[in-house]
């Protein structure tokens, strides 16, 4: 059985959108899918139970996407298991295709690709991530797809999920680049956020991630993946680029510096994207 694992926090405008790609036959034992509601002060919980028994939905009080992944893997039997967040896309097929190229073997970790639907974003988020499209990070799935799948060999190497603002970078940074994959032919769909401030502030919380992974596991940098340096300076040479490049450099820029003076006073943030979901909320409204 392929597991699913969804932490879920305060997500009931959006995990109906997620679960409803998996659970076309509730008798089907194909896929195990454990949605865990941490923190929630919403109605997520209820949402996701209307699609039991397929779904298996546990509550906790405690606010903390780590501490939902391991409750989450506390109680999945299951692999390939496959880690998704509750606001994106991710069809049937793509989790089928996801386990079978675990299956054979070669991989212990493999993602999709992240197709971003920019719908509804304002022209400067539109231009942020028209470059980042063209960029190596972009085709790095663990880490910017919302879903990694292990196989049980891949969720072997590691012990708990650590308490840690990047819980996907630090998985990505288990495995050597051989030993993972993003699949060019399996997409999942991100809902990046509206507004370049929101922008900022979610770039923020990356850096911030990436911070403290450095700080508190130096020892995984030896398999972190290709920068983005080389390629984005070579698209300087593309004047028509310049607006959207301008845009890229000046949000990192923004949001390096505020990740750099959070990790120095140590103030926590969290900086999680509502635009997205509001919209949505208000879309069904309608």
């Not at 998985?171 to 993972?180: A, D, K, W």
């Not at 845009?247 to 949001?255: D, F, L, P, Q």
């Amino acid at each position: 059985m392929i597991s699913i694992v969804v932490p879920a926090h305060n997500e009931n405008s959006v995990i109906a959108r997620t679960l409803s790609q998996w659970v076309t036959d509730p008798a089907s034992d194909e896929i195990g899918v454990v949605v865990v509601c941490n923190g929630c002060t919403d109605d997520t919980a209820n949402v996701a139970r209307r699609f039991s028994p397929a779904v298996h939905v546990v509550e906790s009080d405690i606010a903390s996407k780590t501490h939902a992944l391991n409750l989450g893997d506390q109680i999945s039997n299951g692999f390939p298991r496959i880690y998704a967040d509750a606001d994106i896309v991710l069809s049937l097929d793509a989790v089928r295709a996801l386990a079978k190229r675990l299956e054979q073997g070669d991989v212990l970790a493999a993602a999709p690709t992240a197709e971003i639907n920019v719908t509804g974003c304002s022209w400067l988020v539109r231009k942020y991530y028209g470059i980042r499209s063209r960029l190596p990070s972009s085709r790095q799935g663990i880490g910017g797809s919302g879903v990694y799948a292990l196989s049980e060999a891949g969720r072997r190497r590691f012990g708990q999920f650590p308490d840690v603002i990047a819980d996907d970078t630090y998985v990505c940074l288990q495995y050597r680049p051989g030993e993972r994959e993003t699949l060019p032919y399996v997409s999942s769909t991100v809902f990046p956020p509206r507004t370049v401030l929101q922008l900022i502030a979610v770039r923020t919380r990356a850096y911030r991630g990436i911070f403290e992974l450095v700080q508190r596991f130096p020892e995984l940098r030896v398999n972190k993946a290709e920068a983005n340096h080389r390629t984005l300076v070579a698209l300087f040479k593309e004047p028509h680029l310049w607006p959207g490049l301008l845009v890229y450099c000046c949000v990192n820029i923004v949001a390096r510096r505020r990740a750099s003076m959070a990790s120095r006073s140590g103030a926590h943030l969290w900086q999680r994207d509502e635009t997205s979901r509001a919209a949505l909320t208000a879309d069904s409204l309608k």
